[in-house]
């Protein structure tokens, strides 16, 4: 039987809902009749039940999955019958099997898993789109990375690293600290200190970074424009401590640039999506992020898996098991 979480109300995890669910029908023109294998559960999936981000209601919860095409509708051809394919943004993900448009669908490489793809698909393209899109980053750079051990910053710190740049990273406590200077980066600072900008600078010869990336917001916000250099680059992706004062006169009286980008601004139309999946598989491939070991949860604990992430008692990617 098909099962699928949904939401009436926003609030709690507990406002999550296991229900029965239609069966599959036939797919549409365009459409794909997808059996997850593995279900993403993203920082933003907790904002929509939350309603932190208006949506419409009832919402099919889940945006993130990957899993084997069962079947095709009539105008298909980047998919067929048997191959696994993974999305980024779709709603509805948190189900057994699901309609899809084909649109959103990206064929997976024979020796990358759908767990594997499931946990780092949506968070490798957002890092895609800050070291590419929003900002393209040059080896020799230094760069700011906030947030660090989590999910996305994970993924950008690591990138960066092997793109060639001089990477500052900032994490919440000793042991996340430990865990990113175990991939081999050198400069790990706890962004809670009240002295992290000047840290930052002692770090590069006294020169502000030439990028960050700001994935905290509110706590970590003043910090990263004082640790900028003149000029410098401010992509604004994440909010995890809330939304910021931004006085924007000030960023552009230094001539900083200040970008608030979305992962679909950069691969919304597919050639891009085709190119940012390409690099970042081949990237998985050259073990650039390393083992990936998403904490696992079943279909019907994703009321768990949201109370864990709200504790942040998560270190890396979590995924749901049908």
Sequence with gaps: MNQQIRITETGQPSVMRLEAAPAIGRPGRGEVHLRHEAIGVNFVDTL????????????????????????????????????????????????????????????????????????????????????????????????????????????????????????????????????????????????????LAGKVRALNGGRGVDVVYELVGRTTFAQSVLALRDGGHLVHVGNASGNPSVDKAALAARRIRYVQPSTGQYVGERQALELASAALFAAMKDGVFGEVAPARYCLQDAVLAHEDIAARRLRGAAILLP
Excluded: C
Excluded at 78 to 107: T, W
Excluded at 125 to 141: I, K, N, S, V, Y
Excluded at 171 to 188: E, F, N, Q, T
């Design 48 to 195: 929509f039940r939350s309603g932190a981000f208006n949506v419409p209601l009832p919402l099919p919860m889940g945006v993130e999955g990957a899993g084997e095409v069962v079947a095709v509708g009539e105008g298909v051809t980047n998919v067929q019958p048997g191959d696994r394919a993974a999305y980024f943004f779709s709603f509805g993900a948190y189900a057994n099997e699901r309609l899809i448009e084909a649109q959103h669908l990206v064929k997976l490489p024979r020796d990358i898993a759908s767990d594997t793809a499931a946990a780092t698909f949506t968070k490798g393209l957002t890092a895609w789109m800050m070291l590419f899109g929003a900002h393209r980053l040059q080896p020799g750079e230094t760069v700011l990375v906030h947030a660090a051990a989590g999910g996305v910053g994970s993924m950008v710190a690591r990138w960066a690293t092997s793109l060639g740049a001089t990477v500052i990273a900032t994490v919440g406590g000793s042991d996340k600290a430990a865990l990113v200077r175990s991939w081999g980066i050198g400069h790990v600072l706890d962004s809670g200190d009240p002295q």
